[in-house]
């Protein structure tokens, strides 16, 4: 199983970002898939999760509203759609397939002004 982030980086407060996750090595279409991240002194948090058939759950009350998380089968890719972005989403985000235990290396998302 590999998972391979990218999309993070530096934005202002109030911006935009899309964070891609492509996976290989299992049948991406059968599995559900979620988005964690982990703020700098904190544990890992669940953000976000998308079910095998595409409905999902975006969890923290902080992120509703603000964050999407959609998949591409076609493409094996999950993707986690971040507006209105504030500097307490400042973290490391992960993709992890539901029911398993395999983590990429996650994508650096830094919000300051």
């Known amino acids: 199983v590999q998972l391979v982030e990218s999309g993070g980086g530096l934005v202002q407060p109030g911006g935009s970002l899309r964070l891609s996750c492509v996976a290989s090595?299992?049948?991406?279409?059968?599995?559900?898939m979620s988005w964690y991240r982990q703020a700098p002194g904190k544990e890992r948090e669940l953000v976000a999760k998308?079910?095998?058939?595409?409905?999902?759950?975006v969890y923290p009350d902080s992120v509703k509203g603000r964050f999407t998380i959609s998949r591409d089968n076609a493409k094996n890719t999950v993707y986690l759609q971040m507006n209105s972005l504030k500097p307490e989403d400042t973290a490391v985000y992960y993709c992890?397939?539901?029911?398993?235990?395999?983590w990429g290396q996650g994508t650096q998302v830094t919000v300051s002004s």
């Open positions: 998308i079910f095998s058939r595409g409905n999902s759950i």
């Open positions: 992890k397939p539901l029911g398993m235990t395999y």
């Open positions: 090595g299992f049948t991406f279409s059968n599995y559900g």
